[in-house]
């Protein structure tokens, strides 16, 4: 669907993004990871055409990007662009018309929406008097209603509370379901782990890590696991094949530790050291969250 290629862009003194190539795969939620000014924002301001990078190149499709691929993109910045004096309804129709629909479907897909969100007593209210949940509720809508290829999303859970978070949540999900391609930057982790597919991280104009997620996950594996075991507890006089990294007592009176395994050895061989000596109650094993390989890989670089 897309592939960004060499991109380099320079903002007087400052390189914004140095060399970053990526793949976004058609019909796949891919996020764009990275601290604040990494050049998360510059590298979609670039896929969106409102900016040219100084080298390298962008593919839509197949196609080298240009202005006919723009009406089969949304686009949801993350400073929020609507008209705060103008009425919501007919400032989604003058949207709809620019992204090509005529003005009867412009009403029909806005119908469908403001019902689907439960916002239709919204049309005669102007921006200004919504909360920042609420505008970014409309502007949602004008990002997706004239049913884009790539959805393009800068932090499009930014002002919502839980329950309304989870109800974009699902929506972005939907849109995917349809056969949406989503690209979405975002400082939530956990979103991360729920909706993506793939990602990439930036950090100081830099791409230094990109995948699959449950791929790059398992690469961060480090052989340790969490066990639960319930009886007096333990003592290891160090034939055990792990070693110890963490040691509670749960409420109930069970033990929780958390172990490394040692050299060559593997669950199996914590079992059958363990079950002759207590009662096992979980063995797990414990991977990094993108979150923990997101502070890891920012720090190390930094």
């Known amino acids: 669907m897309l592939s960004i ?17 990526l793949e976004v795969e058609s019909g796949k939620i891919f996020g764009l990871l990275g601290p604040n000014g990494a050049g998360k924002t510059s590298l979609i301001r670039i896929v969106n055409q409102i900016t040219a990078p100084d080298s390298g190149e962008v593919y839509f499709n197949g196609e080298r990007l240009n202005q ?38 412009a009403n029909k897909r806005l119908k469908y929406w403001f019902e689907k969100l439960g916002i239709e007593g919204w049309w005669k209210k102007k921006i200004e008097e919504l909360s ?7 502007q949602f809508v004008a990002t997706v209603m004239h049913e884009p290829d790539l959805i393009i999303l800068d932090e499009p859970f930014s002002g919502f509370d839980p329950v309304n978070a989870e109800v974009i949540k699902d929506e972005i999900l939907e849109l995917n379901r349809k056969g949406a391609t989503i690209l979405f930057s975002t400082h939530r982790m956990e979103s991360v782990e729920e909706l993506c597919d793939s990602i990439a991280l930036i950090n100081k104009s830099q791409k230094i890590l990109d995948g699959k997620v449950k791929h790059i996950r398992n690469s961060y594996r480090n052989d340790t696991y969490l066990i639960e075991y319930t009886g007096q507890q333990l003592n290891f ?23 490394k395994l040692n050299g060559s050895h593997n669950s199996n061989d914590v079992l059958q050291y363990l079950i002759p000596r207590t009662r096992i109650n979980m063995l797990q094993e414990v991977i990094p969250s993108m979150n923990e390989i997101f502070i890891e890989k920012v720090n190390h670089i930094s």
């Open 5 to 21: 290629r060499h991109i380099v862009k320079q903002y007087a003194g400052h390189r914004a993004l140095n060399d970053v190539s």
């Open 68 to 105: 006919s691929h723009i009406n089969r993109i949304g686009y949801l910045p993350e400073e929020r662009g609507l008209y705060k004096k103008m009425e919501i309804g007919e400032q989604m129709i003058y949207l709809a018309r620019l992204k090509g629909l005529s003005r009867d479907e």
């Open 132 to 138: 920042k949940g609420m505008q970014q509720k409309a």
């Open 237 to 259: 006089d160090g034939t055990q094949p792990f070693e110890i990294v963490g040691d509670t007592l749960s409420e109930d009176d069970s033990h929780i530790i958390r172990i």
